[in-house]
């Protein structure tokens, strides 16, 4: 009978095992500085409640955060997709037509250092209250970054590398699917991180503004009735939905540049 000797994890597994187990541990240690400091100063509780009262109040009522997440998500994701395919679209005209990317992008450099907060009062005046408001700020707030980064991106297309499709007459879609695109990805997606999670916050300001629904309209139902449980409990729904959707681009991210390397396309 032969022993078998335990297998040792590889560089890349124990690479992932750290990279989840020490925020993990930061996690857990976050937490009881958090109950020792309510327990030992005696913190009232409409003040910082201890981490069980938040938990208790997330699962003593859990349809309440679960309905106002999928609200929030849906903004976000309506809101996110036409800021995104919008600010996508703008970046590529203005990265292949030279004179409309003159005229156009001063405005929208200029326009991204407005506080995106300010135009939501102005949105409320001109189209009301509801959900096609909230759709249009989180769509304001999201699309930005994308057009900025996105048109960045295109810049990065090694000229040699299009002199050379050129030179064998390669077509405009060839030379967009060959050249541009692999290099300008890790951009996109960088604004589209950007994106995802500004769509969160745009989101929340609306819900605050023009409806009544979502975690914001939870926060701010909590603020004024001075429940600090119920805003933390919102806050922390908040923040897992925000990582869900900033994961879930990181993983669409890694699969298309995967698949970008294997195609043979040095996108670095």
């Not at 409409?46 to 349809?63: K, M, Q």
């Not at 999670?197 to 909590?222: C, M, N």
């Not at 933390?232 to 869900?244: E, H, K, Y």
């Amino acid at each position: 009978m032969t022993s078998r000797r335990p297998t040792r994890a590889s560089p890349s597994q124990a690479a992932a095992i750290y990279s989840v187990f020490r925020p993990a541990v930061a996690l857990v240690a976050g937490l009881g500085l958090w109950w020792a400091v309510t327990s030992v100063f005696d913190v009232p509780a409409f003040y910082l409640p201890p981490p069980e009262s938040v938990a208790a109040r997330l699962l003593g009522n859990p349809e309440l955060y679960l309905t106002n997440a999928v609200s929030t998500l849906e903004k976000v994701l309506y809101g996110g997709a036409v800021g995104v395919s919008t600010g996508f679209a703008l970046a590529l005209v203005v990265a292949f037509v030279p004179s409309v990317r003159r005229i156009v992008m001063p405005y929208v450099v200029t326009a991204r250092v407005l506080p995106k907060i300010a135009i939501a009062p102005v949105l409320l005046i001109y189209m009301g209250t509801g959900m096609d408001t909230a759709i249009l700020f989180v769509a304001l707030i999201s699309f930005f970054p994308m057009v900025l980064n996105t048109a960045a991106g295109f810049d990065r297309a090694p000229r040699d590398h299009l002199e050379l499709l050129r030179s064998v007459d390669a077509s405009r879609y060839r030379r967009f699917r060959s050249v541009y695109l692999p290099y300008a990805l890790p951009d996109v997606f960088a604004g589209l991180k950007q994106s995802v999670t500004l769509a969160v916050v745009g989101a929340v300001v609306a819900e605050w503004i023009v409806t009544d629904s979502g975690l914001g309209y939870v926060i701010l139902i909590g603020s004024e009735n001075i429940r600090t449980d119920v805003m933390l409990a919102a806050l922390f729904s908040l923040l897992v939905l925000g990582l869900c959707l900033y994961g879930a681009v990181a993983v669409l991210q890694r699969l298309l540049l995967a698949g970008t390397l294997e195609s043979g396309a040095d996108p670095s």
